[in-house]
């Protein structure tokens, strides 16, 4: 019986998490700059100085068929300027929020894509950053 409080309990605190989740924003450029990931292995960037562990490589196409990836690739694009956007993943069960956000960057796109909420991601963010690069490799061949 007790087995069956801590599942209710540990359900309840992910439903709470995600609830939480979707109430926050991406964290924005900071001096013109994706901002950098933090200390929690939850994130990760392309822009240059980011710490090896949460890197990846910038999106080598325009800025429009990086948007176009994102939309293909289930994201919500809740923003857009000419050289910033930001955008949502929603995880299909806790309805957990992550942010993309995307900077034009001369020839390339620096990306930065996060989780809203806990301290890992157990390298959900890494893989959409790659599933968005193989959509445009995609598209490209």
């Not at 069960?93 to 894509?113: H, L, P």
Request: with cysteine.
């Amino acid at each position: 019986m007790i087995f069956l409080y801590i599942i209710v309990a540990l359900v309840a605190v992910f439903i709470l998490l995600g609830l939480l989740s979707q109430k926050g924003e991406a964290a924005g450029l900071m001096e013109g700059r994706l901002q950098e990931p933090g200390n929690k292995p939850n994130a990760v960037c392309s822009e240059v100085g980011t710490q090896p562990e949460r890197a990846v490589d910038p999106l080598q196409a325009s800025f429009s068929q990086v948007a176009d990836a994102i939309e293909a690739t289930g994201g919500t694009i809740t923003s857009r300027s000419d050289d910033y956007l930001t955008a949502t993943y929603m995880s299909r069960i806790f309805k957990f929020v992550d942010d993309v956000e995307v900077r034009r960057d001369a020839e390339v796109c620096q990306i930065r894509s996060s989780s809203r909420v806990g301290y890992s991601d157990r390298g959900v963010n890494r893989k959409r950053v790659e599933t968005i690069r193989a959509q445009l490799q995609s598209v490209s061949n």
